[in-house]
Nanobody
Framework: QVQLVESGGGLVQPGGSLRLSCAGS????????MRWYRQAPRKEREFVAV????????NYADSVKGRFTISRDNGKRMVYLQMTNLKPEDTAVYYC???????????WGQGTQVTVSS
């Protein structure tokens, strides 16, 4: 079955960096665009970044442009989110996501907590 498993979250000081990882299984990973979303307390889940399956084109939310970098390794079936210059407002649970090309069903990981605080 389809699985997305995130890791790499934690507590970091403002200005620090973290790299999140997401391992995908149970689907044709290289064909799917992969996304990161986040959800802060008492807020709706919001888009963070996307990377296409073919070509590896990327796009980012304005709030993270220039600070976050999404990448993927199709051989390892992994997608990453490198986060730098972290701010307290980046505090959230970060989720890995893809929408199945054929069914349009959205798959989500369990999430990983990122806390930016001094």
């Amino acid at each position: 079955q389809v699985q997305l498993v995130e890791s790499g979250g934690g507590l970091v000081q403002p200005g620090g960096s973290l790299r999140l990882s997401c391992a995908g299984s149970g689907f044709t990973f290289r064909n799917e665009a992969m996304r990161w979303y986040r959800q802060a307390p008492r807020k709706e889940r919001e888009f963070v970044a996307v990377i296409t399956g073919v070509g590896g084109r990327t796009n980012y939310a304005d709030s993270v442009k220039g600070r976050f970098t999404i990448s993927r390794d199709n051989g390892k079936r992994m997608v990453y989110l490198q986060m730098t210059n972290l701010k307290p407002e980046d505090t959230a649970v970060y989720y890995c996501n893809f929408m199945d090309t054929y069914s349009s069903y959205n798959y989500w990981g369990q999430g990983t907590q990122v806390t930016v605080s001094s």
